[in-house]
């Protein structure tokens, strides 16, 4: 088994919606998460954040602070033990987010509609944890 991951979350919420992501790869693919992904060498966390969020919707943000983490162990041997940093971010402008890189989708979810979806593991309890849902 290889050593955990380092990973990053843009935890956006604008006029009571969430923007989500229906993430195309491990973990939990198939599943709505924020938008995140791995932190590259030579990039600040806050870096990380703004740089998927872009990547994923479209939209650029400012990294605000961090909200908490996630650890998402392995289901299966081939997956890789993740730990999430999520952060609060704020977007630039208004705008539509478009799903790109790693999503099959993007969209902005009401929060009173969030945990209808089929989430990545770990986000119901983040986001409840944190007050947003």
């Given amino acids: 088994m ?13 006029d009571d919606r969430l923007l989500l992501v ?16 791995s932190v590259r060498g030579g990039e600040t966390l806050a870096e990380a954040v703004t740089r998927e969020l872009l990547e994923e919707t479209g939209l650029e943000g400012v990294c605000g602070p961090l909200m908490g983490l996630v650890e998402v162990l392995p289901e299966e041997p081939a997956e890789r033990h993740v730990v999430v940093l999520g952060y609060e971010v704020s977007l630039l402008g208004p705008g539509e987010p478009v799903a790109g890189d790693d999503a099959t989708a993007a969209r902005w979810v009401p929060l009173a509609d969030v945990t209808d979806l089929v989430l990545a593991p770990g986000l119901a309890e983040f986001l409840h944890d944190h007050a947003i849902i």
């Fill in 2 to 14: 290889s050593d955990p991951g380092l990973g990053v979350g843009a935890v956006v919420v604008d």
């Fill in 22 to 37: 229906r993430r195309r790869n491990a973990p939990g693919p198939g599943t709505w998460s924020v938008p995140g992904g």
